[in-house]
T-cell receptor, first 113, second 111 residues
Framework: NAGVTQTPKFQVLKTGQSMTLQCAQD?????MSWYRQDPGMGLRLIHY???????DQGEVPNGYNVSRSTTEDFPLRLLSAAPSQTSVYFC????????????FGDGTRLSIL | EDKVVQSPLSLVVHEGDTVTLNCSYE??????LLWYKQEKKAPTFLFML????IEKKSGRLSSILDKKELSSILNITATQTGDSAIYLC???????????FGKGTKLSVIP
């Protein structure tokens, strides 16, 4: 039972490069989300999705794009990386009926030089 | 805007001590409050408290919701070094799914 799988675990980028962080879940969860975690800031919501084909912005969406073509996958794209996007990124998922605990992936540590 | 404030931000205790972590919240249309434990990687779910379930307990960990004071506490008794982690408190916002997290309490338990 894999749960929520994030790849890669670590990545170093140069300013201006683009990349996609992958997130997949095998629990048939409708709801998926992306957070970033910075020292002293807790987790902040970037984007979320309540089902295939539906996405919306969270608290800190600028510089990131998402899409949800399947229930299982929810990739996060950085179009032009900036040093301010250096962070640890977590993907999470849950059932959407009522408030249910979210299950988190192990995170992607991203450094932008 | 929803707001979650945790205190203290960090705490160092000796094994065997009892600790109390605090979480206060401001949210429109409160539904629940969640506690997570984060060690090196992913936050893992501990408790969810709601209006119909204001007290939860699991082993040495317990949590209480005070809806009047808009707060919650997480108690850990007889702490062990394995309890060392960041403890996160979160509340869902108006959309039910979007969690607003506090900054977390970093607990360090020393032998």
């Amino acid at each position: 039972n894999a749960g929520v799988t994030q790849t890669p675990k670590f990545q170093v980028l140069k300013t201006g490069q683009s990349m996609t962080l992958q997130c997949a879940q095998d629990m048939n969860h409708e709801y998926m989300s992306w957070y970033r975690q910075d020292p002293g800031m807790g987790l902040r919501l970037i984007h979320y999705s309540v089902g295939a084909g539906i996405t919306d912005q969270g608290e800190v969406p600028n510089g990131y794009n998402v899409s949800r073509s399947t229930t299982e996958d929810f990739p996060l794209r950085l179009l032009s990386a900036a040093p301010s996007q250096t962070s640890v990124y977590f993907c999470a998922s849950s059932y959407s009926s009522g408030v249910k605990p979210q299950h988190f992936g192990d995170g992607t540590r991203l450094s932008i030089l | 805007e929803d707001k979650v404030v945790q205190s203290p931000l960090s705490l160092v205790v000796h094994e065997g001590d009892t600790v109390t972590l605090n979480c206060s919240y401001e949210v429109t249309n409160f539904r629940s409050l969640l506690w997570y434990k984060q060690e090196k990687k992913a936050p893992t779910f501990l408790f969810m408290l709601t209006s119909s379930g204001i007290e939860k307990k699991s082993g040495r960990l317990s949590s209480i919701l005070d809806k009047k004071e808009l707060s919650s506490i997480l108690n850990i008794t007889a702490t062990q070094t394995g309890d060392s982690a960041i403890y996160l408190c979160a509340v869902p916002g108006a959309g039910s799914y979007q969690l607003t997290f506090g900054k977390g309490t970093k607990l360090s338990v020393i032998p």
